[in-house]
Each structure stands twice: as structure tokens, then as C-alpha cells.
């Protein structure tokens, strides 16, 4: 089960934010439920279609 613990912050370019918020209210998401599955995605492609099984097997307090 995933836990939404971690914080992750990042610095983008104001119009940039500005584009992809207004993308995502297009889309009726929140811009933290795109970026993970961004994330999903990315993890996905670079480790394959049982990443979970290897991101989150015995890994209960990882940062």
C-alpha cells in the first residue's frame, strides 16, 4: 500500500506552473495527482510492469 508521507518540492518557471495547473483543471485532476502519475509512469518504463513488487516489498520505512 502506498503512503503519502514524502514531500516533494521543486522550483519551476511561474508561466510553466501557471500552463500546467490550468491543464490539469482541464483534465478534473489535482496537480499532485498528475505528477505521481508522472511518477508511475517513469518508474514503470525504467524498471517494468512489476516495479511494485520491487519498490515496495520489505521497504516498509524507506525515505
Known amino acids: 500500500?502506498?503512503?503519502r508521507t514524502?514531500?516533494?518540492t521543486l522550483?519551476?518557471?511561474p508561466h510553466k506552473k501557471a500552463a500546467f495547473e490550468k491543464l490539469c483543471e482541464q483534465e478534473d485532476v489535482t496537480?499532485?495527482?498528475k505528477i505521481r502519475q508522472f511518477m508511475r509512469?517513469?518508474?514503470e518504463q525504467a524498471l517494468g510492469p512489476d516495479?511494485?513488487?520491487q519498490?515496495?516489498?520489505g521497504e516498509?520505512?524507506?525515505p
Open 60 to 62: 516498509d520505512d524507506a
Open 51 to 53: 516495479w511494485k513488487e
Open 31 to 33: 496537480p499532485s495527482q
Open 11 to 13: 522550483l519551476v518557471d
Open 55 to 57: 519498490v515496495f516489498n
Open 6 to 8: 514524502a514531500r516533494l
Open 41 to 43: 509512469d517513469y518508474i
Open 1 to 3: 500500500m502506498e503512503k
